[in-house]
């Protein structure tokens, strides 16, 4: 293939090529969701969510356990195939042109997915191989997340709470366009919390677009600049988030899921 049709690819697929070949992921076009559903058997998980986000934009998405919450993040991170609807992620079709998705985006889930007989360091330099993000600062990185000292330690010796550290310094390697956290604040302690939220407004400052899936009401919300409640599979709340709407979706969720709001 020669360059110029590489080239037209390259711009055709929103990504960018750095001098030493290694691809970045593009300036996020947000998340754009119609209709998405997805289906284990006879049993809905998601039902039919409309979703609109644009760039610089960020959603907290709180609900009961068993509401659909990570199975809609999976489908934005195209871990799992819709049943039925489309959407578009960071400009890409969410059943067509997954490859892209993938480039563009960074999922940190509830669990952390490390290689245990890797060192932190390892595991961060095999995702940056992954990634194609050619030499990245990974000692100034580890350094941020608070794991200089650790880096050459395996994970599997690490404390739950340094575990998510690096989990968090894998998701800061991507330097997505689409960032979605899936109860992100778990083994967090204060310090890590707030290096997390820096984080989040990073993002939203260059552009990027945000969802975060959590129980805890008052963190997500001041996180983020839109709520919605998602029940049984449906999204039954979305609003703004303004400081005098927090009561106003505390209220919405325990009517809807007769749980207490955290």
């Given amino acids: 293939m020669g360059r110029g049709c ?4 390259g711009a055709r697929e929103g990504l960018k090529m750095g ?10 076009r947000g998340i754009e969701l119609d209709g998405i559903g997805k289906a284990y058997g006879t049993t809905w998980a998601v039902r039919g969510v409309d979703l609109a986000l644009g760039p610089g934009e960020s959603l907290a998405l709180f609900g009961p356990n068993g509401a659909g919450k990570t199975t809609l993040l999976k489908m934005l991170a195209t871990l799992v195939t819709p049943t039925r609807g489309s959407g578009r992620v960071a400009g890409f079709d969410l059943r067509t042109e997954r490859d892209g998705i993938r480039e563009s985006l960074a999922l940190l889930a509830h669990g952390t997915y490390l290689y245990e007989d890797l060192t932190a360091r390892e595991n961060l330099q095999f995702a940056a ?8 600062p990974l000692e100034a ?11 050459g330690e395996r994970v599997r010796v690490l404390s739950s709470g340094m575990k998510r550290r ?38 939203l ?5 945000v969802v975060v899936a959590t129980h805890d009401l008052a963190r997500g919300y001041a996180a983020c600049r839109r709520a919605a409640v998602l029940v049984n599979g449906r999204l039954i ?11 106003v979706l505390r209220a919405a969720y325990v009517a809807a899921t007769g749980e207490g709001a955290g």
């Fill in 19 to 28: 001098r030493d070949g290694a691809r970045s992921a593009p300036r996020s």
């Fill in 6 to 9: 590489a080239r037209r690819r």
């Fill in 129 to 136: 191989a992954m990634r194609r993000r050619g030499a990245p």
């Fill in 141 to 151: 990185l580890l350094e941020r997340v608070g794991l200089a000292e650790a880096a």
């Fill in 237 to 247: 709340h979305e609003a703004p988030a303004r400081a005098e709407g927090l009561e």
């Fill in 205 to 209: 400052a260059r552009g990027g677009t």
């Fill in 166 to 203: 690096l989990a968090v310094a894998m998701v800061m390697l991507a330097e997505p366009a689409i960032l979605l956290l899936d109860e992100p604040f778990t083994n967090l302690d204060q310090a890590a919390v707030a290096l997390l939220e820096g984080y989040v407004a990073e993002v």
